[in-house]
């Protein structure tokens, strides 16, 4: 397996379970890397064991069976804490949930390097469920502590590796829509994705609804399970009613086991229908490829953490009115923030369109620049910045900077809020 002198991996991690996955030339497919050589199942406990002894660290299902025999520390729930920025003590020593996540990604790239040697990660893809901006820049911090740095690293959401692993399939796949239903101890949720052709870039939309009143544990404590599978095909096909859907995926661990397949096999009567627990980790995997050789570059994708509209600062450039993008559709909320620095021309307010992909309707908002200093003509510069709050809220925040050595700031500040 030492080949690959550049890896593409895709590393999905949930508070229970993760899996890992390379991206092979030779098939153009996501290959499985097993912690263990007798590993029939890629994914593996995402836990820790810490032995008294000797503080040896030790990962998946080596630090549950080390923990069963007595003498090791089981940490468990390790994003949760990293939520919650939880601190644990083992043997005397504190640990930041920073700290343990850098202990459990070292344990797991080393069996990565182990596999393929004299091999480095070129790009690196995360997917974890819950995709908050804490979460994210601290598994970058973990991720700097390894000597991997940003440049080399995606950190994406569940439903974003889901898009990336549609759109990588043939085009038969995603032709019409495509489905997918996930049920884990978070509830039954329902994803439509769609892949609108009509506009340029081609434009990923995906729709989330929450099904998980339909399908909870007491209706399987009360129920026989004949009953709960009647009730389960009647929501799948009411959700599907009219839907021109190519494709079905079906995942989550409450959909393990064959106690779904019949329903499954009616269910592909008219459509494909795929069920499996490698979903999201295939996704990763084949996203690192995208992102690698830009061939994602034609397709702008609107999840729910997605901003839907394009931003533009109207300036002079070349003698010629142009709209200058500040924000780009597609960006994760939290991570949409541009600073441009603008000298003003015979006038004292900004300009910005707020463009809709997803109806197409501008909208046009005016920041008046009340109380500026007067100042000779092209003599009043000012740093612009546009960020966000949450996914429906920009903030445009503007800054007298000065002007050289001619002018000093008078660090006047404007402030604006514009509403996608």
Request: aromatic letters at 12%; glycine letters at 4%.
């Amino acid at each position: 397996m030492g080949e690959n002198k550049q890896l593409l991996i895709g590393f999905e991690i949930t508070n229970e379970t993760s899996q890992i996955y390379y991206y092979q030339s030779q098939t153009g497919d996501a290959v499985p890397i097993f912690l263990t050589q007798n590993q029939s199942n890629p994914l593996f406990p995402t836990c820790l064991a810490v032995k008294e002894s000797n503080k040896e660290w030790m990962v998946g299902e080596e630090a549950l069976r080390s923990s069963s025999l007595g003498g090791s520390l089981l940490i468990e729930n390790i994003l949760e804490k990293l939520e919650h920025q939880e601190s644990i003590t083992i043997y005397g020593a504190t640990f930041t949930p920073v700290m343990l996540l850098t202990k459990f990604f070292k344990k797991a790239f080393m069996v990565v390097r182990q596999q393929f040697l004299n091999s480095s990660i070129q790009k690196l893809v995360i997917t974890v469920p819950d995709l908050t901006p804490n979460m994210t820049e601290m598994i970058y911090l973990s991720l700097e502590e390894l000597g991997i740095y940003r440049d080399r690293v995606h950190i994406i959401s569940q439903v974003q590796s889901y898009m990336y692993y549609v759109l990588s399939q043939k085009p038969e796949i995603w032709m019409h829509d495509v489905s997918l239903f996930t049920y884990d101890e978070t509830g039954l949720f329902y994803y439509n994705l769609t892949v609108n052709r009509r506009m340029q870039p081609f434009t990923v939309i995906v729709e989330r609804m929450d099904l998980s009143n339909e399908l909870t544990p007491e209706l399987f404590e009360q129920e026989p399970i004949e009953r709960v599978l009647y009730r389960l095909e009647r929501l799948m096909n009411q959700v599907l009613y009219r839907r021109l859907t190519s494709a079905v995926f079906v995942t989550g661990k409450g959909f393990e086991g064959n106690w779904v397949r019949d329903v499954l096999v009616r269910l592909s009567s008219s459509r494909r229908v795929f069920l499996g627990q490698n979903l999201y980790a295939k996704g990763t995997c084949l996203a690192a490829k995208g992102f690698l050789d830009d061939s994602f570059q034609n397709y702008l994708f609107l999840s729910e953490e997605m901003i839907t509209s394009n931003i533009s600062l109207r300036l002079y450039e070349n003698a010629k009115e142009v709209d200058f993008c500040l924000i780009k559709a597609g960006t994760p909320w939290w991570k949409a923030n541009n600073t441009v620095t603008v000298i003003l021309d015979q006038t004292k307010e900004l300009s910005f369109t707020v463009t809709n992909l997803l109806n197409r309707e501008p909208l046009y908002e005016v920041l008046s620049l009340d109380g500026l200093m007067e100042r000779e003509n092209k003599t009043i510069k000012l740093s612009v910045t546009v960020h966000f709050i949450d996914r429906e809220t920009a903030i445009v925040t503007v800054r007298d900077v000065g002007f050289g050595v001619f002018y000093e700031t008078n660090y006047r500040i404007w402030e604006q809020m514009l509403t996608l």
